[in-house]
Nanobody, 117 residues
Framework: VQLVESGGGSVQPGGSLRLSCAASGFTFSNYAMSWYRQAPGKERELVATITSAGGSTDYADSVKGRFTISRDNAKNTVYLQMNSLKPEDTAVYYC???????????WGQGTQVTVSS
């Protein structure tokens, strides 16, 4: 089982990044997918979630209207489009897959996002 994030990097405030998380080794379409982030000295927090079929999404208040989560079940990939980035968005971003019925959870290794002028 693998979840591999990519797309992180450094960007100026107001800029955009698109994170990807490629899944393998499990039936991706059976899993709700989420993005979390963890800033230095802070707890990991939920950023966005999308249901297994992609029909429903949810966002943390701090990113609503700026971030968009989506998925392509044919490509076993979940995305996080991040616009209007702020310095407080700086963190390591992780993707998580969860099979709700059996409570099976997988995590990726994380990708660094730095927003700074």
């Amino acid at each position: 089982v693998q979840l591999v994030e990519s797309g992180g990097g450094s960007v100026q405030p107001g800029g955009s990044l698109r994170l990807s998380c490629a899944a393998s080794g499990f039936t991706f379409s059976n899993y709700a997918m989420s993005w979390y982030r963890q800033a230095p000295g802070k707890e990991r927090e939920l950023v966005a979630t999308i249901t297994s079929a992609g029909g429903s999404t949810d966002y943390a208040d701090s990113v609503k209207g700026r971030f968009t989560i989506s998925r392509d079940n044919a490509k076993n990939t979940v995305y996080l489009q991040m616009n209007s980035l702020k310095p407080e968005d700086t963190a390591v971003y992780y993707c998580k897959g969860r099979q709700n019925l059996l409570n099976i959870i997988y995590w990726g290794q994380g990708t660094q996002v730095t927003v700074s002028s």
